[in-house]
Each structure stands twice: as structure tokens, then as C-alpha cells.
């Protein structure tokens, strides 16, 4: 049985590297998050089901764009030390392991960083999920807003309506 040893500039490379990914992260959901303010702000409001849908669809692709740099901070490394042999196997494989579908595709000297990256992985999705569902929730708020005031609207206009609701209520 191989005895494995975590070494000390593994641990400090791992740790910058996953400080890197959070402030990236950060700094990514911060911006799409005044981005998506300042459309609103723009267009205000943004009411329309499709243009709040669009706001969603745009941060949702904003984010994977964020994700994708983050991935490409740990491809840059893993290629520049040498532990993947190109930058295409180092992409994907860097890929598979932030989203933990794969491990075990680095020298035993870098195998620690695995660990870290599923992990690193794990928590920028998990605030990505926790923007998204902001976002959608905001939406969908919106929408049943609207829903409610268009029935309003259209009870008040309609007298035949407010006679059936109270020759209803009278039997």
C-alpha cells in the first residue's frame, strides 16, 4: 500500500486557488447582479413576461460564463505544473471535477487539488443557484402581481360579473 503524503506548497496552491475561484465568483454574481438592476432600472418596469424571463436566460448564461473562467484559473495551472499533458485534457478534466463527475486524472503530487476543486465547485454552484432562484423568484413574483391586478381589472369593468358574484352570494 502506497503511503500518500500532502505536501505543504500542495495545500498553499490548492488554497490560493480556491481563494481565486470565490473571488472570481464574487466578483462575477456581484456584477450580473448589478446588471440585471441597472436593466430593470433601464426598462422600468420590466413587467412583461418575456422581458423577465429574458433577465433570467441572460443571467444564467452570465453565470456560466463566470463558472467557465473559474474552471480555466485550475486548467491554467494543472497545464503550466505539468500535471495534464495539454490544454484541452486539462479543460476537461478540470470541467468533470468542478462539477464532481471526475477525479483520479492527476499525478498523485497534485491529487489534493481534486479535492479542493469539487469543492470549490460545489460552493460557486450552490450561490449560483441561491442568485438564480433570487431572480426567478422576483420573476415569478412579478408575473402573479400582474395576474392578480389584470383579474381585478377585469372584475371592475365587467358588471355582469360583479352581478353574477353577488346574486351568488344572495343564495
Known amino acids: ?23 472570481i465568483h464574487g466578483t462575477g454574481m ?9 436593466i430593470k432600472e433601464r426598462f422600468d418596469p420590466i413587467e412583461s ?8 436566460v441572460l443571467a ?3 453565470i456560466i ?19 495534464q499533458t495539454n490544454h484541452h485534457r486539462a479543460f476537461y478534466n478540470a470541467m468533470l471535477n468542478y462539477t464532481t463527475l471526475q477525479a483520479g486524472y492527476l499525478p498523485e ?7 479542493l476543486l469539487g469543492m470549490a465547485g460545489l460552493l460557486t454552484v450552490a450561490w449560483s443557484t441561491g442568485i438564480l ?11 402573479m402581481r400582474i395576474r392578480k391586478q389584470r383579474r381585478e381589472r377585469q ?17
Open 1 to 23: 500500500m502506497d503511503l500518500f503524503v500532502i505536501k505543504l506548497d500542495e495545500v498553499m496552491w490548492g488554497s490560493l486557488l480556491v481563494a481565486i475561484t470565490m473571488a
Open 49 to 56: 413576461f418575456v422581458g423577465g424571463l429574458g433577465l433570467i
Open 30 to 38: 456581484s456584477s450580473i447582479l448589478r446588471l440585471v438592476d441597472a
Open 65 to 83: 460564463v463566470t463558472n467557465i473562467i473559474e474552471v480555466m484559473v485550475w486548467t491554467a495551472f494543472f497545464f503550466l505544473k505539468g500535471a
Open 155 to 171: 372584475g371592475k369593468s365587467n358588471p355582469k360579473l360583479d352581478r353574477g358574484a353577488s346574486a351568488q352570494r344572495d343564495d
Open 133 to 143: 432562484y433570487m431572480l426567478a423568484q422576483d420573476f415569478q413574483d412579478t408575473q
Open 109 to 115: 503530487r497534485w491529487q489534493l487539488l481534486e479535492a
Open 60 to 62: 444564467s448564461l452570465l
